[in-house]
């Protein structure tokens, strides 16, 4: 571990080997890592950046750390300013990629870089204790999906919950019934999943 001129602790990890521990049954930390993947545009209503500041506030005063893609820009960049300026702690799990790199926060208290994204997946997973999707894009569902199908396979017991504004995660939520629906999976695979329509949903889950 090595700090970078501005103060921050950097760890660059290359290896592609497996780099996690099957999270089993554990007992519940009252202080959490709490992973969010949420986009790096900040979308265009409002709704979505209330949301973020309101859950970046409640991690931090609830003494969370947020682990998160360690951005300064768009929603990644809103939720954590929200987590700092509440006196939270930020985690941040980058990859090598220059457009990535150049919007990165530069107050992080500790930095991991990877050398792939898969790498940087596995990183996440094993750093967090909890798992929330925010609305975004294409990185974000595929980032929320993994822990989706890590849960389905019994590999963690953590929370894994998509924050549904405006019913964003629906169509996800119709795909989960449809695959049901035609003997592909089972409800017991996914009642790990929790799809949360307000903010006191996701309090209730993390409980």
């Keep these: 571990m090595r700090k970078s001129s501005k103060g921050q602790k950097r760890k660059l990890v290359q290896s592609e080997k497996p780099c996690y521990t099957v999270k089993k049954a554990k007992e519940r930390r009252k202080k959490m890592n709490i992973a969010v993947y949420l986009g790096a545009k900040s979308g265009n209503d409002p709704i979505y950046t209330e949301a973020v500041r309101e859950l970046g506030a409640w991690i931090a005063k609830n003494g969370h750390t947020l682990v998160y893609g360690g951005s300064n820009v768009g929603l990644m960049g809103t939720l954590s300013d929200a987590v700092r300026e509440n006196g939270g ?30 790498l940087r997946k596995q990183l996440m997973m094993a750093r967090s204790d909890a798992f929330i999707a925010i609305p975004g894009s294409l990185g974000t569902l595929d980032e929320i999906t993994d822990i989706m ?59």
Excluded at 91 to 105: D, F, M, P, Q, T
Excluded at 107 to 116: F, R, S, V
Aim: glycine share 6%; with cysteine.
């Design 89 to 118: 702690k930020l985690i941040g799990i980058s990859v090598k990629v220059e457009k990535i790199l150049n919007a990165r926060r530069d107050d992080l208290d500790e930095y991991i870089e990877a050398e792939n994204v898969q």
């Design 149 to 207: 199908a890590a849960v389905k396979l019994d590999l963690i017991k953590s929370p894994c919950i998509l924050y549904n504004l405006k019913g964003y995660y629906e169509p996800l939520r119709a795909m989960l019934n449809m695959m049901m629906g035609e003997g592909f999976l089972s409800d017991s695979e996914v009642k790990g999943v929790t799809f949360a329509d307000t903010f006191a949903d996701i309090v209730a889950a993390l409980q």
